[in-house]
């Protein structure tokens, strides 16, 4: 079946880089777009961007910083999302989404939480 | 780009009708069809529920009803059920390739 499978928790000092992976199963990977979502706790949803998995090129929200890099490997099918100077305020469970229906986010990841602690 | 405005909480018995706001600009919901609607569950993965507006995707029960009037757009579950009690998102597209949501609904069931 399709799905989108992420890498596990992490806990990281901040100003270390933190690389969360999203595998994708079940359908050709570079059919459709892959988003990237994030939820700091007791928030809501804030999407932060996505890559086209055709060509590679990212598309960034608005407010964004340089931290955040989206990137793929085709031959695995996966996306990953790269934060490096981590902050506390990074703290949140991060997810991939891919949209499987046109303009919507119709595929999750179950979500990767992140946590960044001295 | 702001997050769309989204009541904090609504309730409503099994049975009943509760509805939920999603106030954005011309920019975002006002200029788009692209709007959707997302259930999360504690500890859980958001669940697509509507998009393009009205439109159900595959599996999800039509007590589920979506609708857009200028920079507003609503969702409605009718015949409210226990299993409904989540919090609830709506997101739009904004241009450019961007996309926002909103700042999210907690549904409670009585």
């Known amino acids: 079946q399709v799905q989108l499978v992420q890498s596990g928790s992490e806990l990281k000092k901040p100003g270390a880089s933190v690389k969360v992976s999203c595998k994708a199963s079940?359908?050709?990977?570079?059919?459709?777009?892959v988003d990237w979502v994030r939820q700091a706790p007791g928030q809501g949803l804030e999407w932060l961007g996505w890559i086209n998995t055709v060509t590679g090129n990212p598309t960034f929200a608005q407010g964004l910083t340089g931290r955040f890099v989206f990137s793929l490997d085709t031959s695995v099918s996966t996306a990953y999302l790269e934060i490096s100077s981590l902050e506390a305020e990074d703290t949140a469970v991060y997810y991939c989404?891919?949209?499987?229906?046109?303009?919507?986010?119709?595929?999750w990841g179950q979500g990767t939480m992140v946590t960044v602690s001295s | 780009q702001s997050a769309l405005t989204q009541p904090p909480s609504a309730s409503g018995s099994p049975g009943q009708s509760v509805t939920i706001s999603c106030t954005g600009t011309?920019?975002?919901?006002?200029?788009?069809?692209?709007v959707s609607w997302y259930q999360q569950y504690p500890g859980k993965a958001p669940k697509l529920m509507i998009y393009e507006v009205t439109k159900r995707p595959s599996g999800v029960p039509d007590r589920f009803s979506g609708s857009k009037s200028g920079n507003t757009a609503s969702l409605t579950i009718s015949g409210l059920q226990a299993e409904d009690e989540a919090d609830y998102y709506c997101s739009s597209y904004a241009g450019s390739n961007t996309y926002v949501f909103g700042t999210g609904t907690k549904v409670t069931v009585l």
């Open positions: 011309s920019s975002d919901v006002g200029g788009y069809i692209y």
């Open positions: 989404a891919s949209r499987h229906i046109p303009w919507a986010f119709a595929v």
């Open positions: 079940g359908y050709t990977f570079t059919s459709y777009a």
